[in-house]
């Protein structure tokens, strides 16, 4: 099955780290061209077919001001891809949440792990000493 092309969709788009990377960059606010270049330190080429591409996709849209070309991300368009990855992330979450049950449960049903757990830990209760400890007689 041949890959789809990466301007087909926004999808296909972000498959390349470099364009994450520049949405990434353009979220906090639009930027021309060069400041992509020095804060990325990509050459301008290669930062221009990358702008390009998320713009055939809608992903990042531009405007000029003056001779300068201003870019920046389109939100709505970002929206898919958000709501797509938040699936996973509830996903690993609950995911997550069923590992530490289950380590917590182990913990609890383990009695030699408690045993050995108030063996290491001080004495929760001074009115009553362990037997290595002195008591208020031999003190004296």
């Known amino acids: 099955m041949a890959r789809a092309s990466t301007t087909s969709d926004a999808f296909n788009a972000v498959a390349e780290p470099r364009r994450r990377e520049i949405l990434f960059y353009l979220a906090a606010t639009e930027r021309p061209v060069g400041a992509i270049v020095a804060a990325l330190g990509l050459e301008q080429p290669s930062v221009s077919k990358h702008l390009k591409v998320l713009r055939d996709v809608g992903l990042v849209r ?3 001001q003056g001779r300068q070309k201003l870019y920046r991300t389109n939100a709505e368009a970002i929206r ?3 709501e797509w990855a938040g699936f996973f992330e509830r996903y690993w979450q609950h995911q997550l949440n069923r590992v530490k049950e289950r380590a917590e449960q182990m913990v609890r049903s383990n ?25 208020e007689k031999e003190k004296q």
Not at 113 to 135: G, K, R, V
């Open 111 to 135: 009695p030699l792990d408690q045993d050995a757990e108030a063996l290491n830990s001080p004495n929760p209760n001074p009115s009553n000493p362990t037997p290595s400890e002195p008591t």
């Open 80 to 82: 898919p891809l958000h």
């Open 62 to 64: 531009m405007r000029c």
